[in-house]
């Protein structure tokens, strides 16, 4: 069985959709789709997670994140015990790169080399033409 988790900020409509399609698909292929919450939800997110639409494996991760001028960065220092319990061939990073917990995954690859590491970005044409210079606009064309 090949297991790909993904770690993304909050469940939302349109992620929760994708991902159970995802598991859907990986149900029938014999993998094993699992998703980490790093919270509920967050500052200005007007919807509602209903549990019963997630038809996928998931789980909330402990947060000790601070929210600083309506950002929240989130810190899930049990990501890392989680990673290396479960043991996933493909660990996908979703949502925003700024948390801390992001940053700390990207280091995984020292204490479980045989991960697959992969960052999906998330955006449309006004988010991408909302960094208007610099290097994040670069990475997000």
Do not use: C
Not at 7 to 28: A, D, K, M, Q
Not at 88 to 106: E, H, K, Q
Request: hydrophobic letters at 40%; charged letters at 20%; glycine letters at 6%.
């Amino acid at each position: 069985m090949v297991k790909i988790h993904i770690l993304t900020n909050i469940p939302t409509p349109y992620r929760n959709h994708f991902f159970n399609l995802l598991s859907e698909v990986g149900r029938e292929k014999n993998i094993d789709v699992h998703v980490y919450f790093m919270a509920a939800t967050e500052q200005g997110r007007f919807w509602n997670y209903k549990e019963w639409e997630m038809k996928y494996n998931y789980n909330f991760l402990y947060n000790l994140g601070i929210q600083w001028k309506g950002i929240k960065f989130h810190f899930n220092p049990t990501i890392l015990t989680q990673i290396l319990k479960n043991k996933p061939d493909i660990l996908i990073v979703s949502g925003s790169w700024n948390f801390p917990t992001s940053m700390m995954v990207a280091f995984l690859k020292f204490l479980y080399p045989k991960v697959k590491l992969g960052f999906w970005s998330e955006g449309n044409f006004v988010y991408e033409t909302y960094s208007s210079k610099g290097v994040v606009r670069w990475l997000k064309k």
